[in-house]
Antibody
């Protein structure tokens, strides 16, 4: 079945870096764009970044632009999020989400990985 | 890009119908038929319920329906059931960002 499994979360200090991974299975990963979406504790969903199926285009939310980098390795069926200069406000559950259809709609979600930025 | 506006909470009794609104602008909800709705139970990942304003993915109950008028999209849940108690989020394509989410609505089944 279609599955997305995130990993790499943890507790880190402000100003440090972390890389999240998302392993995809059950579908042809290289045919789909992918998003990262986050949810701070007790808060709503926030779109973070999207990458095209071939990695040729990437877009970011203003809140992470210049600090986060989305990338993918289609040979490994894996999506990444490199997070630098982490801030307390980046504390959240991070979900990877598959793009479907037009205009960046989202269908399949992973279970999420938790990032906590604290001194 | 500002979040789309949803009511913080909506409630209803079992069997009733409820409607959740999602208000944006002509740059997002009003300008494109690319509004989707997600259901999220506590501690779980969101689940796609409606896409492109009114389309239901395979496996989603036909008690869920979507519509749009002007800059406001709506999700209607008919025949409300206990299992529908969850948070619901709308999302839209926008001219300035691939996606924006709504503020979220907590649905309570009385």
């Amino acid at each position: 079945q279609v599955q997305l499994v995130e990993s790499g979360g943890g507790v880190v200090q402000p100003g440090t870096s972390l890389r999240l991974s998302c392993a995809a299975s059950g579908f042809k990963f290289s045919n789909y764009g992918m998003h990262w979406v986050r949810q701070a504790p007790g808060k709503g969903l926030e779109w973070v970044a999207v990458i095209w199926y071939d990695g040729s285009n990437k877009y970011y939310a203003d809140s992470v632009k210049g600090r986060f980098t989305i990338s993918r390795d289609n040979s490994k069926n894996t999506l990444y999020l490199q997070m630098n200069s982490l801030r307390a406000e980046d504390t959240a559950v991070y979900y990877c989400v598959r793009v479907t259809g037009s205009y960046y709609n989202m269908d399949v979600w992973g279970q999420g990985t938790t990032v906590a930025v604290s001194s | 890009q500002s979040a789309l506006t949803q009511p913080a909470s909506v409630s209803g009794s079992p069997g009733q119908s409820i409607t959740i609104s999602c208000t944006g602008t002509s740059s997002d909800v009003g300008g494109y038929n690319y509004v989707s709705w997600y259901q999220q139970h506590p501690g779980k990942a969101p689940k796609l319920m409606i896409y492109e304003v009114s389309n239901r993915p395979s496996g989603v109950s036909n008690r869920f329906s979507g519509s749009k008028s002007g800059n406001t999209a709506s999700l209607t849940i008919s025949g409300l059931q206990a299992e529908d108690e969850a948070d619901y989020y709308c999302s839209s394509y926008t001219t300035s960002s691939p996606r924006v989410f709504g503020t979220g609505t907590k649905v309570t089944v009385l």
